[in-house]
């Protein structure tokens, strides 16, 4: 016996392909379009960075030459810049990732039960979320200006002066990454609130019978079975903190005193202000092994989580 | 052991009113079981019992006191939930544990404790696992592992075996009777199923829309419905509802009392005769043979089904016609308002 199947079609005439086959032939013709967008938009830019991040390539001259390893070399050993840069990355992270999920958290357990005026409060909250990010930043930097700020005049009428927010180097990165915060919050909320819902109510009420005050229930019931859901969005904020570009680039433009320079903001610079291509594509690169190890490390977790 | 009384208990949700005023008295170490269609309220009931509803109007009873404004853990109630409610992250013996935890029992104490009821369910090989490693009944043994660990005065049963497979549910249905006899506790037991509510039941509670229809022991229930309702509802197949006026057909002598509108026979009350005058007559209209007894559909002259259990002599063939007779001491009759007429003339 053999596994193939003639099957005849209407015509009469019979398929020379196996079932399987032809519908093999048929996924891949669903997927098509797909695969073809992922490849030409995807995977073909991507070995295209990590060939030029190999090359010396000045955008005006059109020219580039194979360098090998030179680019990195530079980057992680010679570069200052370059260490100041991720320093800045990191601490744009270690400040927005906590205050995010935190504020997140809290939103989510006040706005996951319903009430009455729930669904006005949530969309408040996620409305910033899909405001275009350039709107919100020129507004925040408006409110942020040191003469005549909002920010300020609020300030000022309880008594404080408060400072150039976005031009002095102590307080921009703190403004940034505040008003990266209240604009992002939205989103981790409404995960956190699709994972609340998702707990069992029962779990909550044979803990209250029990005799598990709302502290012990969220500490010993809620938040371990929030583990999962806080995984998820402590790595795609640290992720997303990481490619922060339109919010930098509004707001201060990397300064003050490159003070909130960050990584993506510093490869849009190399690129297109100093057009070394060859070098961004480095730096493009040694962005994408931050991130991929980042999700990685996520991976990891889960898998060790589920078992 | 502790008794529960209900007194005038309301519950609305909104203005939605879901319980209408039950007044309910459960003695210590009585097994009551809540029984009732879909939407009925039992479950509401349970849940303002436990006090994770609040009650809108009434005074209910644990004990001596008077425990609507109690918070639930302070009532001395246990629960098992229609889902186990294990919690998923933590291992047999943590969530059999959690609740003298929370308490800030010491640990040894605790752990003398979760052994004690872990040796009553025979759940001493399963304490370190996850309840995601556990069968169905074996996390329905733990759900009521975790309940008896506190000691409470009642406990309380929300639909707990009906997420389990037929066979499953028959043993654990044991258990919990076996359970309820070793520990002799107030049992409240929420169920839509009659066939637990009838096997499990020192008092059965029939509620319809919120409100009690009847209270009694099995027995009472089947053989003294006292509505229409209860009649139909307790025994299975239900009931067959027959006019009134078929009372001497059915039985030779036997007079319908004056108010009396229709009359209630159970299937397995009706023997099957020749269809000769005097008698009920009607075709057959469809046999189902389930091993030990059929069950027929019988076509009666003014188009109602009249359900039959045939399980003894030959099986009529279905386009037949069969005559009907019943023991005047079988036979229920109601009002026009449904309900019963007790003083049967018989």
Redesign the interface.
């Known amino acids: 016996m053999t596994d193939s199947i003639h099957i005849t079609r209407r015509g009469g005439q019979k398929s020379r392909l196996t079932l399987k086959a032809r519908e093999m032939m048929e996924a891949w013709l669903f997927v098509s379009p797909t695969v073809i967008g992922f490849i030409i938009f995807f995977l073909g830019p991507l070995l295209a960075v990590a060939y030029y991040s190999l090359t010396e390539w000045n955008l005006l001259t059109q020219q580039a030459t194979f360098v090998g390893l030179a680019n990195f070399e530079n980057a992680l050993l010679e570069n200052p810049d370059f260490w100041h840069v991720v320093r800045n990355s990191v601490i744009f992270a270690l400040g927005l990732v906590p205050l995010n999920m935190a504020l997140a958290l809290t939103l989510a357990l006040a706005l996951s039960r319903p009430f009455r005026g729930v669904v006005f409060f949530r969309t408040v909250f996620f409305a910033p979320v899909v405001t275009s990010a350039i709107a919100w930043a020129i507004v925040w930097k408006f409110m942020l200006q040191g003469e005549g700020g909002f920010i300020n005049q609020v300030l000022a009428l309880v008594g404080i002066s408060g400072p150039n927010w976005l031009r002095e180097p102590n307080w921009a990165m703190a403004a940034v990454i505040i008003t990266r915060v209240i604009k992002m919050v939205g989103l981790n909320m409404i995960l956190y609130i699709a994972a609340l819902q998702a707990i069992?109510r029962?779990?909550e009420?044979?803990?209250?019978?029990?005799?598990?005050?709302r502290r012990?229930i969220f500490s010993?019931?809620t938040w371990?079975?929030l583990?999962p859901a806080t995984l998820v969005i402590m790595v795609i904020t640290t992720i997303g903190s990481f490619k922060v570009f339109d919010h930098i680039y509004q707001m201060t433009g990397g300064g003050p005193e490159n003070g909130t320079l960050v990584l993506a903001f510093y490869i849009y610079q190399q690129g297109f202000k100093f057009f070394n291509v060859g070098y961004a594509s480095t730096l493009a690169m040694i962005m994408f092994a931050i991130v991929m190890v980042l999700t990685l490390v996520q991976v990891a977790l889960r898998r060790k989580g589920m078992e | 052991m502790t008794s529960v009384l209900l007194k005038g208990i309301e519950k609305r949700f909104g203005s939605v009113e879901v319980i209408r005023g039950v007044d309910l008295s459960i003695d210590e170490g009585e097994f009551v079981v809540f029984v009732g269609p879909s939407g009925c309220g039992k479950s509401t009931l349970l849940r303002l019992i436990?006090?994770?509803e609040h009650i809108s109007d009434g005074e209910l009873k644990i004990g001596d006191r008077v425990v609507n404004e109690v918070q639930?853990?302070?009532r001395g109630?246990?629960?098992v939930?229609q889902?186990y409610?294990l919690?998923?992250?933590l291992t047999v013996k943590e969530n059999m544990g959690?609740?003298l935890k929370?308490?800030k029992v010491p640990a040894q104490e605790r752990q003398r404790r979760v052994n004690e009821a872990a040796a009553t369910l025979k759940l001493e090989p399963l304490l370190d696992r996850y309840p995601r490693e556990l069968s169905g009944g074996q996390r329905q043994r733990v759900a009521i592992g975790?309940a008896i660990v506190?000691n409470p005065d009642v406990f309380l049963f929300d639909e707990p075996l009906s997420n389990l497979d037929a066979e499953l549910r028959v043993h654990m249905r044991s258990e919990i009777a076996a359970l309820h006899k070793r520990l002799s506790t107030t049992m409240i037991y929420v169920t839509h199923d009659q066939i637990e509510a009838m096997t499990l039941a020192d008092k059965i509670v029939v509620l319809r829309d919120g409100r009690i229809e009847q209270v009694g022991s099995p027995r009472e229930l089947y053989e003294r419905p006292s509505n229409v309702f209860v009649a139909q509802f307790i025994g299975s197949p239900k009931m067959n509802i027959l006019p009134a006026a078929d009372a001497p057909l059915l039985c030779a002598g036997l007079a319908a009392p004056q108010s009396a509108e229709t009359l209630g026979i159970r299937p397995e009350h009706l023997t099957v005769v020749e269809p000769r005058d005097g008698v009920l007559r009607g075709t057959v209209s469809l046999c189902e043979y389930t091993g030990a007894v059929t069950l027929l559909h019988v076509l009666l002259p003014d188009n109602r089904i009249c359900l039959v259990l045939h399980d003894e002599g030959e099986v009529p063939a279905v386009g037949g016609e069969i005559g009907l007779s019943a023991e005047a001491s079988n036979i229920h009759f109601f009002d026009g308002q449904a309900q019963a007429i007790r003083a049967l003339p018989h």
């Open positions: 069992p029962d779990y009420e044979a803990a209250r019978l029990e005799g598990a005050s012990q010993m019931i371990p079975l583990a | 436990s006090g994770l639930p853990s302070q109630v246990a629960m939930f889902s409610a919690y998923p992250h959690f609740g929370v308490r975790r506190g």
